[in-house]
């Protein structure tokens, strides 16, 4: 199994960047921009990395983010994640940012999206690997501030695929945002939002009814309302489900109490993501391996996990078929 999980060809569909600074990367750019970082070495980092809930993560990954200045840094950071990319057979990743993190202590909008594009771009040259952005607005602050930050990206329209919602769920319901979907929505971009990873079902509706969203961040509470199962597998709704970030922030206690199987076996569009692998020990095989080794997955899952990746992805129908085509080809 674990050989089938590592050969096949991947989409990582939600994986946000500022989650992939690796402890290493964190002390090397603390050192080069002369920030300060709460930890003397990188067991004391490892060490803090042990979380009760989503803000006590939250708060962490914010620190850790302040070592990000300048467009290299950007680069440098996303380069990095390419490299895990190759490692783990992603052929093409969707990568969210958090530019308000950034603008909100000097960085320039432009400072990060160009380097993570610069990056991408260099990622598809060496390794063919594909890629979008995905710019995220933070809940925690106004929607004020979010259509500030929309109107920063209409500079850079072209290389921003879409708009998403992440940060402290509880008591930011997407209807707090509700507006701001509208107009990212008239502009072209297209639309997803963490919903039913910590807060209840309610939310997941309201990222469907009110932000009108083409996928859903985690969902995983979708399993507590009988009719919203219903709906989402009517409609195939992408759930962009990760694993590792479920256990290490309790949304569910074990491995063995995940419910991935459980929306799998329902007919659940389901696939398998990282979303913060620096923090939550390890990348998108890593993720794979772990609901092996703990749920009763069958090879026919990890296949269906990993073409339902390709499926809702970002890209046209041509690169869609070419990708399930290797997929195929790598079953051979
Ligand atoms: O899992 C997450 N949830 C919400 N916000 C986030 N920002 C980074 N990771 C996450
Ligand atoms: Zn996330």
Same mark, same amino acid.
């Given at each position: 199994?674990?050989?089938?999980?590592?050969?096949?060809?991947? +989409?990582? !569909?939600?994986?946000?960047?500022?989650?992939?600074?690796?402890?290493?990367?964190?002390?090397?750019?603390?050192?080069?921009?002369?920030?300060?970082?709460?930890?003397?070495?990188?067991?004391?980092?490892?060490?803090?990395?042990?979380?009760?809930?989503?803000?006590?993560?939250?708060? %962490?990954?914010?620190? =850790?983010? *302040?070592?990000? !200045?300048?467009?290299?840094?950007?680069?440098?950071?996303?380069?990095?994640?390419?490299?895990? #990319?190759?490692?783990?057979?992603?052929?093409?990743?969707? %990568?969210?940012?958090?530019?308000?993190?950034?603008?909100?202590?000097?960085?320039?909008?432009?400072?990060?999206?160009?380097? /993570?594009?610069? +990056?991408?771009?260099?990622?598809?040259?060496?390794? =063919?690997?594909?890629? #979008?952005? %995905?710019? #995220?607005?933070?809940?925690?602050?106004?929607?004020?501030?979010?259509?500030?930050?929309?109107?920063? +990206?209409?500079?850079?329209?072209?290389?921003?695929?879409?708009?998403?919602?992440?940060?402290?769920?509880?008591? $930011?319901?997407?209807?707090?945002?509700?507006?701001?979907?509208?107009?990212?929505?008239?502009?072209?971009?297209?639309?997803?939002?963490?919903? =039913?990873?910590?807060?209840?079902?309610?939310?997941?509706?309201?990222?469907?009814?009110?932000? *009108?969203?083409?996928?859903?961040?985690?969902?995983?509470?979708?399993?507590?309302?009988?009719?919203?199962?219903?709906?989402?597998?009517?409609?195939?709704?992408? !759930?962009?489900? #990760?694993? $590792?970030? $479920?256990?290490?922030?309790?949304?569910?206690?074990?491995?063995?109490?995940?419910?991935?199987?459980?929306?799998?076996?329902?007919?659940?569009? /389901?696939?398998?993501?990282?979303?913060?692998? +620096?923090?939550?020990?390890?990348?998108?095989?890593?993720?794979?391996?772990?609901?092996?080794? *703990?749920?009763?997955?069958?090879?026919?899952?990890?296949?269906?996990?990993?073409?339902?990746?390709?499926?809702?992805?970002?890209?046209?129908?041509?690169?869609?078929?070419?990708?399930?085509?290797?997929?195929?080809?790598? !079953?051979?």
């Amino acid at each position: 199994m674990i050989e089938l999980i590592k050969k096949l060809p991947k +989409a990582e !569909l939600h994986l946000h960047i500022e989650g992939s600074l690796e402890p290493e990367l964190m002390f090397r750019l603390a050192k080069k921009n002369d920030v300060k970082i709460p930890y003397e070495n990188i067991e004391d980092v490892r060490k803090a990395y042990n979380f009760t809930n989503l803000q006590t993560f939250l708060d %962490i990954y914010y620190a =850790g983010a *302040n070592v990000l !200045l300048t467009k290299d840094d950007f680069y440098d950071l996303t380069w990095e994640y390419i490299l895990k #990319c190759v490692e783990d057979n992603v052929i093409h990743t969707e %990568i969210f940012f958090d530019p308000q993190t950034h603008t909100e202590r000097g960085v320039p909008f432009e400072a990060v999206i160009t380097g /993570i594009k610069e +990056a991408l771009a260099d990622a598809k040259e060496k390794y =063919g690997i594909t890629s #979008c952005i %995905i710019m #995220c607005f933070l809940r925690h602050l106004s929607q004020e501030d979010a259509f500030e930050t929309l109107e920063q +990206a209409l500079a850079f329209k072209d290389d921003i695929i879409g708009v998403g919602l992440d940060s402290s769920e509880l008591g $930011n319901p997407p209807s707090k945002f509700k507006e701001v979907f509208k107009k990212a929505k008239e502009e072209g971009f297209k639309l997803v939002a963490h919903a =039913g990873e910590e807060a209840d079902f309610s939310y997941i509706y309201e990222a469907l009814d009110l932000l *009108n969203i083409n996928r859903i961040d985690h969902g995983v509470q979708s399993i507590k309302s009988p009719e919203l199962m219903q709906r989402l597998k009517d409609e195939q709704m992408p !759930l962009t489900v #990760c694993p $590792n970030s $479920n256990i290490e922030l309790k949304v569910f206690e074990t491995y063995k109490e995940h419910n991935i199987k459980e929306l799998l076996d329902y007919g659940l569009n /389901i696939s398998v993501n990282s979303d913060d692998p +620096a923090y939550f020990k390890g990348y998108v095989n890593q993720n794979f391996i772990n609901l092996y080794e *703990n749920l009763p997955i069958t090879e026919d899952d990890v296949i269906t996990l990993v073409k339902n990746s390709f499926r809702s992805a970002f890209i046209d129908d041509e690169l869609k078929e070419a990708y399930l085509a290797k997929v195929d080809l790598a !079953l051979q």
